[in-house]
T-cell receptor, first 114, second 111 residues
Framework: DTGVSQDPRHKITKRGQNVTFRCDPI?????LYWYRQTLGQGPEFLTY????????KSRLLSDRFSAERPKGSFSTLEIQRTEQGDSAMYLC????????????FGPGTRLLVL | DAKTTQPTSMDCAEGRAANLPCNHS???????VYWYRQIHSQGPQYIIH???NNETNEMASLIITEDRKSSTLILPHATLRDTAVYYC????????????FGGGTRVLVKP
C-alpha cells in the first residue's frame, strides 16, 4: 500500500500524559499536513510542512503541541500534558507541490484522553 | 478560502444518480472547486476538482455553472458505499496551504 499511513490508529491516555503520533506520507509528496477532527465536525487545519520546514501553524496549535518532520519524510505530532479537550481524530495528509490542494489523507489516529 | 454553502443532508436511492449542490458565490477567477468525501471513521478522500469546465473521472462528475458561483457533484450510480459526508471546498488559489472543511452534506444511500 503506497498511501498515507498513521500510527497508532487508536490511543487512550490519561490526562496529563504526553502522546506522540507518527505519519508516513506518500513517498514522492513533499508537503505534509496535520488536521484535527472532533466529533460531528469537519477536519480543522493544524500545521503543514514543505519538506522539513514547518511553514504554517494554526492558532489551534497551542504550545502543548509540537510537530516535526526532521528529514522531510515522516512526521510526528506530540501533545504534551494532554487534556480531555484534546480528544479527537488527528489526520495527516500529503500532497505534491504542484497539486497542493489535492491532499491524500491517512486513516487518522483517534485519541481519547480520560 | 471562499465560503461554500451545502445542504446539511440528503438521501439517495441505490443505483440512482446523486446530485450534490454547492454554492460558492464569492469564488474568484483563479480558484478551483474541490470535492472530498469522508466515509465514517476514515480519513477524507479526494474526489474531483475543476476550474471552469465540467470534469469527470472514475468516481464522479463535476458541473460548474458558467458564472462559477455554484457547482454540482454527480455520483452517477450511487451505491451503499457512497454513504458519506461530502465536502465542497474552494481553497485559496495562491496559498493552497490548507483545506477548510465546512459542515458538508451528509449523504445516505438507501437500498
Amino acid at each position: 500500500d503506497t498511501g498515507v499511513s498513521q500510527d497508532p490508529r487508536h490511543k487512550i491516555t490519561k490526562r496529563g500524559q504526553n502522546v506522540t503520533f507518527r505519519c508516513d506520507p506518500i513517498s514522492e509528496h513533499n508537503r505534509l499536513y496535520w488536521y484535527r477532527q472532533t466529533l460531528g465536525q469537519g477536519p480543522e487545519f493544524l500545521t503543514y510542512f514543505q519538506n522539513e520546514a514547518q511553514l504554517e501553524k494554526s492558532r489551534l496549535l497551542s504550545d502543548r503541541f509540537s510537530a516535526e518532520r526532521p528529514k522531510g519524510s515522516f512526521s510526528t505530532l506530540e501533545i504534551q500534558r494532554t487534556e480531555q479537550g484534546d480528544s479527537a481524530m488527528y489526520l495527516c495528509a500529503s500532497s505534491s507541490v504542484l497539486q497542493q490542494e489535492t491532499q491524500y489523507f491517512g486513516p487518522g489516529t483517534r485519541l481519547l484522553v480520560l | 478560502d471562499a465560503k461554500t454553502t451545502q445542504p446539511t443532508s440528503m438521501d439517495c436511492a441505490e443505483g440512482r444518480a446523486a446530485n450534490l449542490p454547492c454554492n460558492h458565490s464569492t469564488i474568484s477567477g483563479n480558484e478551483y472547486v474541490y470535492w472530498y468525501r469522508q466515509i465514517h471513521s476514515q480519513g477524507p478522500q479526494y474526489i474531483i476538482h475543476g476550474l471552469k469546465n465540467n470534469e469527470t473521472n472514475e468516481m464522479a462528475s463535476l458541473i460548474i455553472t458558467e458564472d462559477r458561483k455554484s457547482s454540482t457533484l454527480i455520483l452517477p450510480h450511487a451505491t451503499l458505499r457512497d454513504t458519506a459526508v461530502y465536502y465542497c471546498i474552494v481553497p485559496i488559489g495562491a496559498a493552497g496551504n490548507k483545506l477548510t472543511f465546512g459542515g458538508g452534506t451528509r449523504v445516505l444511500v438507501k437500498p
